[in-house]
């Protein structure tokens, strides 16, 4: 059964960085995409950034570009997203996404993934 455990979030003030991470168990990490997404409230959940795991090819929203960055620890199962230059307008629970093989291209689209997290809060303050 696969497992999807975001970490990592909480409270800062703008301007601040918070690191996420995403634990899969039950799934073959070094091969199909992973996607990080938020959602605020009263909004659509969004695609924020994705990676093709087995070659590291990456997307970004226009809206975090330049602030956040997506890796992975293949060893580990695990993806992460480095946020900086936090602003309020990031503020939303933020989920980790997977999709098996055969996905070649990681997609902003929620239809995209098989396999969601619980979330993880994100806070920004002003």
């Known amino acids: 059964q696969v497992q999807l455990v975001e970490s990592g979030g909480g409270s800062v003030q703008a301007g601040g960085s918070l690191r996420l991470s995403c634990v899969a168990s039950g799934y073959t990490y070094s091969s199909g995409c992973m996607g990080w997404f938020r959602q605020a409230p009263g909004k659509e959940r969004e695609g924020v950034a994705g990676?093709?795991?087995?070659?590291?090819?990456?997307y970004y929203a226009d809206s975090v570009k330049g602030r956040f960055t997506i890796s992975q620890d293949n060893a580990k199962n695990t993806l992460y997203l480095q946020m900086n230059s936090l602003k309020p307008e990031d503020t939303a629970m933020y989920y980790c996404a997977a999709d098996p093989p055969p996905c070649t291209v990681p997609t902003s689209r929620v239809r995209g993934y098989s396999y969601w997290g619980q979330g993880t809060q994100v806070t920004v303050s002003s």
């Open positions: 990676i093709l795991t087995s070659n590291g090819y990456t």
